[in-house]
Each structure stands twice: as C-alpha cells, then as structure tokens.
C-alpha cells in the first residue's frame, strides 16, 4: 500500500525501483515483488523501454469511483458543526459556479441573535468573504477575466467595487490563507472563509463562519486558525496535496 500511494502523491509521471526503494526505505529485492504483485492486478504498469513504474488503469479506476462518490456537502457536515459549536456562530459552506459562488449548507449556533444565509442564491466573487476567499485562489487570467466580465457592483456600501483595491485585497488574502468581511455582501455582518481545494489544486469552494458584526468582529481573527484546519481537511478528503 505503501508503494501504491507513493505513485499517488508523486509529482512525477513515472518511478523508478530504486526511487521507490530510496524513498520507501526498501530493499530492491522487496520493491520488486511488490510492483510485481500490483501489475498483477493491473494497479500499476511497466514501460518496457525504460523500465520505469506509473500508475495503471485499475487505480485510475478507483480513483474516478472516488470522485464519483464525492459528496461535499456530506462531507462538510461534520466540519460546519465543529465550526459553529467552537465559534457559537454560523458556519457555511459555499461551492463556485462559474462567476458566482452559492450557500449550500450552513449549521446555525442556539443564539437568539444570528446570522442565517439563503441557500442556493448566486453571489458575485468579489462581495464577502466566502467569494473573495474563491476569487483570490484562482489562476491569474481567470481573476483578470472576472474583472473584464463584470463592473464589480457594489452590495452594500462597503464592497470593494475598485479593481486595483480588489486586486490588493485578493493578494493579502492569498498571502494568510483566508479573507474577511465587514458588511461586504450585507450590511451588519463580519465573517472569514478560507478557501477548499480538490484534488488538481483548483479552489471549488469554501467554508466561512459569520455573525453579527458587533458581535463577531473581534473574534474574527482567533476563528479563523479552525477554519483553516478544516478547509484542509476537506480538501485532503479531495485528494489537494499542498
């Protein structure tokens, strides 16, 4: 198994036995049988010209099962009730679509004063946390291409509709890991999000935790290490390698 999953987090195409060996601390003899038992099984094929190792079609196989069978928001459960108990606060879970992200599940804490999202409503990538969060991961040319597409609106009267302030801010939040609103997408409201990457290290998500401003604000920075512990553990669960 050992040798199976060093072809999973390997950067590189193909492996070598002595590769294997060296980064298994293995014998050659051993890493032999193993990769002779895996190509039995078709998990790993054998390029007879370089005599180098890759993965076969039988792993590709289990890994697309898994992808298959991903459900992120069941599997964001778990992490949106640990973040809403920690915090006594409202924790969210966003997905991108296109030039806008969505709520799709949010866990609410027992207080009579709270914040609740509408699920399954389109919002821009550059009002709020959870947006800037996606926006600020994505590659180069597809943020210049949201600015290009889209006049930046403002929200409230505290989105950032100037693009070299967005620009700056997408930076700062690419430099901590996570962004942060102050009445961004709706006024009286702070939160953080960080962002959810699969297995490609493309962002496709993001989990926030949100409340009343007056509340909230001055927890903002001490929620936002357990975000980010969970935002990593589910993009673990998809397979992201940092």
């Known amino acids: 198994m050992d040798v199976l999953l060093l072809f999973g987090r390997s950067s590189r195409a193909d492996l070598g036995v002595t590769e294997i060996a060296t980064e298994l601390d293995l014998t050659k003899a051993a890493v032999h049988r193993i990769l002779t038992a895996l190509r ?74 709270r914040m609740e999202v509408s699920l399954g409503i389109p919002y821009p990538l550059h009002a709020g946390s959870s947006s800037k969060a996606i926006l600020a991961f994505l590659r180069e040319e597809e943020i210049e291409g949201y600015m290009v597409r889209h006049q930046l609106e403002a929200l409230t009267s505290k989105t950032i509709t100037d693009p070299d302030k967005l620009r700056a801010e997408l930076a700062s939040i690419r430099r901590r890991g996570y962004a942060t609103s ?45 975000l980010l512990e969970s935002a990593a553990r589910l993009s673990a669960q998809l397979g992201h390698h940092p």
Not at 184 to 205: C, K, M, N, T, Y
Request: glycine share 8%; proline share 5%.
């Open 40 to 113: 039995s099984r078709e998990l790993i094929a054998l390029d007879p010209v370089t005599r180098r190792y890759s993965l076969g079609h039988a792993a590709i196989a289990l890994g697309r099962a898994y992808m298959a069978r991903t459900d992120l928001r069941a599997m964001a459960g778990s992490e949106l009730r640990r973040l809403s108990v920690s915090t006594a606060e409202t924790a969210t879970l966003s997905v991108r679509r296109g030039d806008t992200r969505l709520y799709v599940d949010q866990v609410v804490p027992a207080q009579e004063l």
């Open 182 to 226: 102050l009445g961004e997408r709706q006024e009286g409201a702070a939160s953080v999000a960080a962002p959810i990457f699969d297995h490609d290290g493309l962002v496709i998500a993001a989990l926030s935790v949100a409340g009343p401003g007056a509340r909230f604000k001055p927890h903002l920075q001490e929620a936002a290490q357990p």
